[in-house]
C-alpha cells in the first residue's frame, strides 16, 4: 500500500477536525490536534486490517492468539507513524496546519494496560509478529484505571486512578457486534441422554457482558496489521426499575456496579476475599470471551471445530489465562458435544504455555470454595482432568503420596494453575536458558521427567526498533552511519559495529550520543524532582517493578555504605554518580513500598548534604511506565540487574539497556547469563552468588547474622536503618535482614552479595575513569545487542511451538 503524501494527510486531519469537533485547523487546541491526527493514523491501520485479513483468508494462514493479563504498550502515535514510514510527512502536515508534532506526543497518555516486563513482552511480540509478517491477535481487558498512577507523598507510595482513557481511548474501535456473555456462580444440572451423552445446563447464574474494543497493531515496513481485542465488563441490565421505584436507589445499580467493577484496575489488591474473588473473575471473564471470540472466527471459514489445531495456536502467558484450557474443554464438551479424548486431543494440541517466573507465590493458586462458587463448571472439568492425571501420578510415583499432592492440580484446598498449564499445554518454554534449566531440573523436575518432549526455551525479546531508532535517533543515526540501515530488520547486523571497537573517533561520538542523552535526563529529573544532577556523572540506573529479589535494597545499603564513606573522608576518589530509581509496588505489598520510602529518604538526606559535594545524588523518579522508561534507558550508563541468582526468569530491561549502550552490572540470573556470554567477561560486572551456591545455602541454612557481625560497612549501614534515615526510622527493614518478618532473615541474601557488590561497583568507578576502553564496553554491548531481539524470539515461537508460517 503506498503510504500518503503530506499534503494528504494534513488534508485528512482538516477532515477530522470539521467531523469530530466543528472545527478549523486554526481553531483547533494541541489536544483537539493530536486526537485528529491519532484518527488519521487509526482510519490508516484499519483500512490496511481489512488488506491484510483478506490476505489471511486467502491463504488460509493459521493465527496465534495471544493471551495476557497485560499489554504494555506505551503511548501509540509515535510508533505508528515510525512503523508505517510517514513520520516527516506527519511532521510537515501538521506543521502547515500550525502545530508542532513534538508538542503532540506528550499530549497522549501511556496506555495503562500493563504494569511490568510481562506486559512490555507482550506488546514486544505483537510488535513482532506484526512486522514479521504472521497473523496474530492479543486479548486481554480493557482496564478503566490501569494498574494505578505512582505519587510518593514524603516517600510513601498513594496510589491513584490512571484516568488513560480520557485521551486514550482513540485508539479504540468498539466491535458491539461481537458481545460475548461470560456466566458466573449457579447451579450446573447434568443428565444423560438416550445416546450417552452428557447434557449439561448451567442455571441461577450471574451474567455479565463482555464488550470488545480493537486496537490495531503496525509493524515496521510491513503492510501487515493484526489487532489487540480488549474486553470491557457491562452488565446484562445496567438498572432495575423496580428497585428503584421501591425507593431503593443503591441496589437499583448494583448489578451495574459489580460487572464493570471487573474491568476497572489491573491486579486489584488480593490481601482478602473480595479482592481474590475480583481476580478470579477477572481471568475467567477475559478468557471466555476470548476463546468464544476464537471460535466464532474459526466457524466463518470452518464446519467444524476438528481442525481446530491447524488453524489456530492459543498462547498462555504465564498463569493469568490458564482458564483458557478448561473453557475450551467446556465449549467443545458441552456447546458442541465432543467427547472427552477428542476434546482433549484438539485442546492440548492447540494450547501452549509461557512460564515466566520461578517464585513459588507466584504461581497462581486459588482457594477450591472459591473457584467451586464462582466457576461451577469449571471447577467440574479442573476436577475430572486432575481425576485423570492424578492416575498417571500414581503410575509413575506408586506410594509417594507428597509427589503426587505436589503434582497434582487439586490438592490442599487449592486449584494450581502452573499446574494446570503443564498437563494440558501441548508445548511450555521457559524465558531465558538459565530460567528453563531451573524449570526442567528444580520447580517442574517431576512434569519434565514425563514429559520432556514438551519443554523448551525461548529467551525473551525486545522491539530493538522502538528501543533505539525511535527513542534514541541520535545513536541510531551513528549506527546506520557506521554499518547502514540493514539492522532495522536483521538486528543480528549489529555485530558490524564490533570493526569499531577500538576506533576513538567512532567511541569519542558514541559518547556525545550518550551525553546528549543524560542532558534530556537531567532537564526531565529537574523538571520532575526538583534535583540538579551532573550529566558528566555516573548515570547509574535500576528502574523495574519494586520486588524484594529484584534487590533494590542492595543498592540502597551500598549507597549508604557510600555515603558514611564519604562523611568519612570528604576527599574520597570516587567518580561523581547520580544513582537512578523507579518503580511501582504493588498496592498491597508494604515492604516494597518502605523500601521505596527508604530510597526517597536516602535522597532527602544526601542531596542535602554539603559534605557530600555532589560526589553521589540519589532520585527515585516517581510513576516509571514506558514513557518515562524512554527518556531514561538511552541515558543510562550502569544497568542495575541484581536479582538473587536463581529468581529472574529473564529480565528486558537488561536487554533494553544493553542496546542504548549500558553496562550491565549484575548477577548471573535470568538472561545476564546469556548477556555475558554474547558480551564477554570484559565488557559486563558480574558479581555475588551463583544459583546453585544460593539453592546451597539455603539448604544448608543461610545465617545474614554473621555477615552483621564481621562486616563493620554492614553493620554500620543496618544500624543506621534503624536510627532513621532523615528522620524515619527502618526498623522493619533491619529486622527483615537480621531476624525476619514472619520468615526467614534476608531471604534475598542481600547481606550475603554485599561486599562482592561492593567490589564490583569499585571496579565500575576505576573502568569509567578510562573513557575509551567504558565507551569501547558501551559499543560492544550495543553489537551484541542483535540476539535478543524480539524478531528471532517470535520466530523461535512461530516454529517450534505455535507452527505458523508469515502470511
Not at 496510589?159 to 461481537?178: F, I, N
Not at 474494543?213 to 452488565?235: C, E, F, H, P, Q
Not at 549489529?494 to 537531567?522: H, M
Request: glycine content about 6%.
Amino acid at each position: 500500500m503506498e503510504k500518503l503524501s503530506a499534503k494528504e494527510l494534513q488534508k485528512q486531519i482538516t477532515t477530522q477536525l470539521a467531523k469530530h469537533f466543528g472545527i478549523k485547523p486554526s481553531e483547533a487546541s494541541q489536544t483537539q490536534m493530536y486526537q485528529a491526527v491519532c484518527m488519521v493514523v487509526r482510519d490508516i491501520l484499519t483500512e490496511r486490517r481489512v488488506e491484510f485479513k483478506n490476505k489471511i483468508r486467502e491463504t488460509k494462514a493459521k493465527q496465534v492468539y495471544y493471551m495476557s493479563m497485560e499489554f504494555l504498550l506505551g503511548r501509540s502515535l509515535k510508533n505508528h507513524l515510525f512503523n508505517l514510514s510517514i513520520t516527516k510527512e506527519a511532521e510537515q502536515a501538521v506543521k502547515a496546519l500550525g502545530a508542532d508534532l513534538n508538542d503532540l506526543y506528550p499530549i497522549e497518555p501511556d496506555a495503562g494496560l500493563g504494569n511490568g516486563g510481562l506486559g512490555r513482552l507482550a506488546a514486544a511480540y505483537l510488535d513482532s509478529l506484526t512486522s514479521t509478517g504472521y497473523a496474530a491477535s492479543g486479548f486481554s481487558i480493557m482496564y478503566d484505571y490501569g494498574i494505578f498512577k505512582q505519587v510518593l507523598v514524603d516517600g510513601w507510595q498513594t496510589e491513584v486512578p490512571d484516568e488513560w482513557l480520557k485521551l486514550g481511548h482513540c485508539w479504540l474501535s468498539p466491535r458491539m457486534e461481537e458481545v460475548f456473555e461470560v456466566r458466573f456462580g449457579g447451579v450446573v444440572d447434568q443428565s444423560w441422554t438416550d445416546d450417552g451423552k452428557l447434557n449439561v445446563k448451567q442455571r441461577d447464574y450471574m451474567t455479565v457482558l463482555a464488550v470488545p474494543y480493537d486496537m490495531g497493531i503496525s509493524g515496521y515496513d510491513t503492510d501487515a496489521v493484526n489487532r489487540l481485542r480488549l474486553w470491557s465488563a457491562k452488565a446484562d441490565a445496567d438498572f432495575d426499575m423496580e428497585m428503584f421505584s421501591k425507593g431503593q436507589y443503591v441496589k437499583a445499580m448494583e448489578a451495574k456496579a459489580m460487572a464493570e467493577a471487573i474491568s476497572k484496575v489491573l491486579y486489584p489488591a488480593d490481601n482478602h476475599v473480595e479482592g481474590k474473588s475480583l481476580r478470579l473473575k477477572q481471568q475467567y471473564f477475559f478468557v471466555s470471551a476470548s476463546i468464544q471470540s476464537i471460535i466464532k472466527s474459526h466457524f466463518k471459514y470452518n464446519s467444524s471445530l476438528d481442525n481446530l489445531p491447524e488453524c489456530v495456536a492459543i498462547h498462555i502467558n504465564d498463569t493469568h489465562p490458564t482458564l483458557c484450557i478448561p473453557e475450551l474443554m467446556r465449549v467443545l464438551l458441552d456447546e458442541y458435544g465432543y467427547n472427552w479424548e477428542d476434546a482433549w486431543k484438539i485442546t492440548t494440541e492447540t494450547i501452549s504455555y509461557t512460564n515466566h517466573t520461578v517464585m513459588a507465590e507466584a504461581l497462581e493458586k486459588w482457594p477450591q470454595d472459591l473457584f467451586r462458587t464462582l466457576l461451577p463448571r469449571i471447577y467440574q472439568i479442573v476436577a475430572e482432568i486432575n481425576q485423570r492425571f492424578c492416575r498417571e501420578l500414581w503410575a509413575r510415583f506408586p506410594g509417594d503420596q507428597g509427589r503426587v499432592s505436589a503434582n497434582s492440580i487439586l490438592a490442599d484446598n487449592q486449584v494450581k494453575m502452573a499446574n494446570l498449564c503443564l498437563v494440558t499445554s501441548g508445548r511450555v518454554n521457559g524465558v531465558s536458558a538459565l530460567h528453563s534449566d531451573i524449570l526442567k531440573n528444580d520447580v517442574f523436575r517431576d512434569y519434565y521427567g514425563m514429559h520432556p518432549e514438551k519443554f523448551t526455551n525461548v529467551t525473551n525479546g525486545i522491539t530493538h526498533r522502538r528501543w533505539v531508532a525511535e527513542v534514541n535517533p541520535e545513536l541510531a543515526a551513528l549506527i546506520t552511519d557506521l554499518i547502514g540501515s540493514g539492522w532495522l530488520k536483521k538486528a543480528d547486523e549489529l555485530e558490524g559495529l564490533l570493526r569499531f571497537r577500538n576506533d576513538k573517533s567512532v567511541l569519542e561520538k558514541l559518547a556525545k550520543v550518550k551525553y546528549d542523552n543524560k542532558i534530556v535526563l537531567a532537564d526531565y529529573i529537574k523538571k520532575a524532582n526538583g534535583v540538579s544532577v551532573d550529566p558528566t556523572s555516573i548515570f547509574d540506573v535500576q528502574v523495574k517493578r519494586l520486588h524484594e529479589y529484584k534487590r533494590q535494597l542492595l543498592n540502597a545499603l551500598h549507597i549508604l555504605d557510600l555515603y558514611y564513606r564519604i562523611k568519612e573522608n570528604p576527599n574520597l576518589d570516587v567518580v561523581p554518580r547520580t544513582f537512578i530509581f523507579g518503580a511501582k509496588a504493588a498496592s498491597a505489598y508494604y515492604m516494597a513500598k518502605q523500601i521505596i520510602r527508604l530510597i526517597y529518604c536516602m535522597g532527602q538526606v544526601i542531596n542535602n548534604d554539603p559534605a557530600v559535594r555532589g560526589k553521589i545524588k540519589v532520585v527515585f523518579i516517581e510513576n516509571y511506565r514506558v514513557s518515562l522508561a524512554e527518556i531514561i534507558m538511552p541515558a543510562a550508563e550502569i544497568s542495575e540487574q541484581i536479582s538473587i541468582a536463581g529468581k529472574e526468569a529473564s529480565g528486558t530491561g537488561n536487554m533494553k539497556f544493553m542496546i542504548n549502550g549500558a553496562a550491565t552490572v549484575g548477577t548471573l540470573d535470568g538472561a545476564n547469563v546469556e548477556i555475558r556470554e554474547a558480551v564477554g567477561d570484559e565488557n559486563i560486572f558480574i558479581f555475588g552468588l551463583l544459583a546453585d551456591e544460593v539453592a546451597k545455602l539455603y539448604s544448608y541454612g543461610y545465617n545474614p547474622l554473621h555477615h552483621y557481625q564481621s562486616s563493620f560497612a554492614i553493620k554500620r549501614v543496618v544500624d543506621s536503618l534503624r536510627a532513621g534515615i532523615g528522620g524515619v526510622s527502618f526498623d522493619e527493614i533491619a529486622d527483615g535482614l537480621l531476624i525476619g518478618n514472619h520468615g526467614h532473615p534476608d531471604p534475598y541474601m542481600n547481606l550475603a552479595d554485599f561486599e562482592a557488590y561492593k567490589a564490583i561497583q569499585t571496579k565500575v568507578d576505576a573502568v569509567y575513569r578510562d573513557a575509551v576502553r567504558f565507551n569501547s564496553i558501551s559499543l560492544v554491548n550495543i553489537a551484541k545487542a542483535g540476539f535478543f531481539a524480539a524478531d528471532r524470539s517470535v520466530r523461535e515461537y512461530a516454529d517450534r511451538i505455535w507452527r505458523i508460517k508469515p502470511v
